[in-house]
C-alpha cells in the first residue's frame, strides 16, 4: 500500500488482502466462516472493511502467518497433505512455526514426555531444537529424542550440518536417538538416517519429512486442524475452538472477555477441565446447560 492507503479509515478486499499478506479469494473465505467482519452497505456488492477490523485480524494471526492454500479453491475445506506443508516450508514463517507444529505433534502422542521445543522467538537459543523422552509409536523409534529441525532448500545439507555439529559434541547424548525433522519433500530421508545410524555415533537416526507428517497429522486431527486452519484452509465440519473464538469476538457488540463466560461456574470448570485432562468421568460425557449455543462454546474456550 502506498501513504494514502495507510489512511483510509476503509479498505476494499484487495487492500485488506494486501495488508494481511494472503490472496484476495482467501478475504473472501474469511468472511464466509466469520473470521473477518465485513462493513459492506446494505444494496453494495463489494465488501469493505474498517481498518480496525484489518488490524484485529492482523495482530490476531500474526504478521508472518501466511497461506498456502490454491488461490481458486473450488473444491471445498480441507485438510493440508505433504504438498501443503512442502511449499510451506518456502514461507517465512515456517521456520519459526515448525517448531510449534512438532510440539504439539509430540504433546498428543501417546508415550512422549519430558518435551522441551523452543519455537518462534526461542528458536535462536543454542542447543538441540528440541528434546524429549519417547516409549516408541508409529513415527517415533524408543529412546531418548535428541531433535533438530529444518525447512531449508538443500535440506540433506542440512541435515548433515547438524549431525556434524552434534558428533562434533560428543560423548554429550551418545545414548540418545538423533531425530531431524523437516516439511519438506524428502524422498532420501530413509536412506540418509540409515547411513547416519550405521556410524553408531548415537543409540540410532531418524529422519521425518512431510509425507510422514502427513501420517502423524492423520493420527493426531487436532494438531491437524490448527496447522491446516493456520495455513489458509477452512477444514471440513469443524474447527479449533481458538478458531470459533476470533469469529465470535469479531461479532460481538459489547467487548466480553474469556472470564465472562466462566463467572459462577468453577466446579462446571473442574469437571470439564478432569475430563480433558484426565478422562476423568463416568459416561465420558459432561453436559453443558445453557440458553445459547455459542455460550456454551465460550464457556469451554474460557
Known sequence: MNGDDELKPILNVKETAELLGVHANTIGNWVKNGTLVSARIAGAKAHR??????LRVLK?????????APSLRTDGPELVTANELNYW?????AKATFPELMRRLLSLTPGVTN????????????GWDGTATSAGSSFLPTGELRMEFGTDQKIKQKAQSDWDK???????DKDCVFLFATPRNWAEHKEWASDRASESKFAGAK?????VLEGWLQSTPSVHYWISERLGYRPRDAQTIVRWWSSFVGRMRVDLPPAFFAAGRAAQIRELNDLVTNGDSSTGVVTIQVTW??????????
Open 49 to 54: 472493511f474498517t481498518r480496525e477490523e484489518v
Open 60 to 68: 490476531e494471526r500474526g504478521k508472518m502467518t501466511s497461506s498456502v
Open 89 to 93: 516450508a518456502t514461507r517465512d514463517d
Open 115 to 126: 518435551i522441551d521445543i523452543r519455537a518462534h522467538e526461542g528458536n535462536a537459543a543454542p
Open 166 to 172: 552434534r558428533v562434533k559434541a560428543l560423548p554429550a
Open 207 to 211: 529422519a521425518i519429512d512431510a509425507h
Open 293 to 302: 449455543a455459542d455460550e456454551a462454546l465460550a464457556f469451554v474456550y474460557a
